[in-house]
């Protein structure tokens, strides 16, 4: 499959721990890169994998923030969720012929 | 630090042209890939192509294959997509990423702020 899939929406109370999902067969191959992306704003790198470790924190995010990949699973982790990180997340992967792909993006409510 | 900056969008008819540019700033351009990343109007990411930073090779998505057609010019740090043959379903915020990697995309480090694509008649 060249598709990767995401939960459309996900909510999390203030201070708590919450995981977004992100499945898709080129992640048993490829590592998954994390994208937060707030309206009217560019996306911006949060993750991503390189050099056998699958969750590198992009400069400038803080460390609550998290990846880990199982399988065909990518997940990102925001642990004691601020209002701040509210926002769509977006997953992304290659596949062996090089192209991109984004998940369909998962919009956090952070209650 | 890393400044990328598009321009070229604009408000096309259906089957009209259009060449997007994108000018970097703050890192060493011709030592990465590139890529662009597009968003329609209440929608997701979707990647549309992406070339290496040498320029030899380029990377497209089913979309953009014989439309869209990407490039760069490394002495003037810019990227560029042509784009022909527009359709409704172009009309999107054309995003100009910067890659991790030297070769093929990979994970887009940084971001421009966009610029507007409206194809309609």
């Given amino acids: ?47 991503y994998g390189k050099n056998n470790r699958a969750s590198n924190r992009a400069s400038g995010i ?9 399988g065909n699973t990518a997940s990102l982790t925001i642990t004691g969720a601020q209002a701040e990180d509210e926002a769509d997340y977006y997953c992304s992967s290659r596949d062996s012929g090089n192209h991109l792909m984004f998940g369909g993006g998962t919009k956090l409510t952070v209650l | 630090e890393v400044h990328l900056l598009e321009s070229g969008g604009g408000l096309l008819q259906p089957g009209g042209s259009l060449r997007l540019s994108c000018e970097a700033s703050g890192f060493t351009f011709s030592s990465y890939a590139m890529s662009w990343v597009r968003q329609a109007p209440g929608k997701g990411l979707e990647w549309v192509s992406s070339i290496s930073g040498s320029g030899d090779s380029t990377y497209n998505a089913d979309s953009a294959k014989g439309r869209f057609i990407i490039s760069r010019d490394n002495s003037k740090n810019t990227l560029y997509l042509r784009m022909t043959s527009l359709r409704a379903e172009d009309t999107a915020v054309y995003y100009c990423a910067k890659e991790g990697s030297g070769y ?18």
């Avoid at chain 1, 909510?11 to 067969?25: H, K, M, P």
């Avoid at chain 1, 803080?62 to 199982?70: A, E, K, M, N, Q």
Wanted: hydrophobic share 30%; glycine share 8%; net charge neutral.
């Fill in chain 1, 1 to 47: 499959s060249s598709e990767l899939t995401q939960d459309p929406a996900v909510s999390v109370a203030l201070g708590q721990t919450v995981r977004i999902t992100c499945q898709g067969d080129s992640l048993r191959s490829y590592y998954a890169s994390w994208y937060q992306q707030k309206p009217g704003q560019a996306p911006v790198l949060v993750i």
């Fill in chain 1, 62 to 70: 803080p460390d609550r923030f998290s990846g880990s990949s199982s």
């Fill in chain 2, 104 to 121: 093929y995309p990979y994970y887009s480090d940084h971001w421009g702020r966009g610029t507007l694509v409206t194809v309609s008649s």
